[in-house]
C-alpha cells in the first residue's frame, strides 16, 4: 500500500503542528511522547480506510490525513493519562511525562491532546466531531470497567472483553470509521471498516496482553508483567486461573495483592506453562477472522489486502514472541 506509507509522512508533520502551543513549556511537554515515536497503526488504518475509496489516486485526501492525526492525537492523550493512573516510570522505551513533570502536567498535556482531536474533528464535520466524543466516552467506560477489576481473581472473560472494547478496540474501529466516512464510501462499506477495526482492535490488545506476560522488558519499552503488579487480569490469567488445578492454586495464591517481583515472575511462568497464552492468541485469532471477513464487505484492493495482511501479522508475531520466551 505505497500510497499509505507515503501519506504517514504527511501524518507526522501535521500531529507536529497540532501539538504547537503558545507556550514552548506546554508544546514541549505534549510532543515528548509524539517524538519518542509509534507504529501509528491508527492513522494507518484511516488512511487505509480512506483508500479504500479511490485506489488509484496518488495521494490521500487532507480531511483522510487530518482524520488519522485526531484519532492519533486522542491515543496520545490516553496515554498521558494512562500513565499517570499507572505510576509508570517509562513509555515507548523513554521517561514517561508524569515520572518526568509530574501527574498535574502530564494530566494538563492529555487533556490538551484530547482538545486539539476535538477540534480537528469538528473541522472534519458534525458526523466526525460527534463519533469522536463518543469514542473518547468510551474509552473511560472500558478504562472505568479495568479499574472496577483490578485485583480481582474472580473477573470473568466477559468483563475483561468488555473492557478491552471499550478501552481499545473503540479506537481503532473510529479510526477506520473516521477515514472511511470523509472519503466519501458508501454507508455499508463504512461499516464493514468499522467493523474490521473493532475486531483488529480486540485482537490487538489480547496480543499486548500476552506480550505483557510472554516478552522481557527490553523487547516491550516498558516493564514487563506490570499488569500483575496493577492487578489487571488478562485473558491468559484468567483462563490459568478457571482451568483449575496445581497451576491455578498457585497462581491464586499471587493475585489479589500486590505482588512481589518474583512472584511476578513465577505467575509469568505459571501461565505461560499452562498454555493458557496460546489459547488466548487463539481468540486473538478468532477475532482477525472476523475483521478479515468485514473486508469482504468492502471490496478487493490493494488498501483492502495490506489491512488484512497487517490483522494476520498482528496474530504471527504474538505467536513469535510466546514461542521465544
Given at each position: 500500500m505505497p500510497v499509505v506509507q507515503g501519506d504517514l509522512t504527511r501524518v507526522e508533520e501535521a500531529l507536529a503542528a497540532s501539538v504547537r502551543a503558545d507556550d514552548p513549556f506546554l508544546t514541549e511537554v505534549v510532543s515528548h511522547l509524539l517524538s519518542a515515536g509509534g507504529k501509528r497503526g491508527r492513522p494507518l488504518f484511516a488512511l487505509a480506510a480512506g483508500a479504500c475509496a479511490a485506489p488509484a489516486i496518488t495521494s490521500a485526501p487532507n480531511e483522510v490525513v487530518m482524520g488519522g492525526v485526531a484519532v492519533e492525537l486522542v491515543h496520545l492523550g490516553s496515554l498521558y493519562h494512562d500513565d499517570v493512573m499507572d505510576e509508570a516510570t517509562t513509555r515507548r522505551t523513554v521517561e514517561s511525562v508524569n515520572a518526568r513533570w509530574g501527574n498535574l502536567t502530564a494530566i494538563l498535556a492529555g487533556d490538551f491532546l484530547l482538545a486539539r482531536a476535538s477540534e480537528i474533528a469538528a473541522e472534519l464535520g458534525t458526523e466526525v466531531a460527534a463519533l469522536l466524543a463518543r469514542t473518547i466516552a468510551r474509552l473511560c467506560e472500558g478504562q472505568v470497567l479495568e479499574l472496577q477489576s483490578t485485583f480481582n481473581a474472580v473477573r470473568t472473560e466477559e468483563a475483561y472483553l468488555q473492557s478491552i472494547d471499550g478501552k481499545t478496540a473503540a479506537l481503532f474501529g473510529t479510526a477506520s470509521r473516521i477515514g472511511a466516512i470523509v472519503a466519501g464510501l458508501d454507508r455499508t462499506q463504512i461499516d464493514a471498516l468499522t467493523s474490521f477495526g473493532r475486531d483488529y482492535g480486540m485482537a490487538f490488545q489480547i496480543v499486548d496482553d500476552v506480550l505483557d506476560l510472554s516478552a522481557t522488558t527490553e523487547q516491550l519499552?516498558?516493564?514487563?508483567?506490570?499488569?500483575?503488579?496493577?492487578?489487571?487480569?488478562?485473558?491468559?490469567?484468567?483462563?490459568?486461573?478457571?482451568?483449575?488445578?496445581?497451576?491455578?492454586?498457585?497462581?491464586?495464591?499471587?493475585?489479589?495483592?500486590?505482588?512481589?517481583?518474583?512472584?511476578?515472575?513465577?505467575?509469568?511462568?505459571?501461565?505461560?506453562?499452562?498454555?493458557?497464552?496460546?489459547?488466548?492468541l487463539d481468540t486473538a485469532a478468532e477475532f482477525v477472522d472476523a475483521a478479515c471477513a468485514a473486508l469482504d464487505t468492502v471490496g478487493e484492493c490493494e488498501a483492502t489486502e495490506a489491512l488484512a495482511a497487517q490483522a494476520r501479522l498482528l496474530v504471527d508475531s504474538g505467536r513469535a514472541a510466546a514461542a521465544a520466551a
Open positions: 519499552g516498558k516493564p514487563a508483567g506490570h499488569d500483575l503488579f496493577e492487578g489487571v487480569y488478562t485473558l491468559p490469567v484468567l483462563r490459568t486461573l478457571a482451568n483449575g488445578g496445581s497451576a491455578a492454586e498457585e497462581l491464586r495464591d499471587i493475585v489479589g495483592r500486590i505482588p512481589s517481583q518474583a512472584e511476578v515472575d513465577r505467575a509469568r511462568d505459571l501461565v505461560r506453562d499452562t498454555g493458557m497464552v496460546a489459547s488466548a
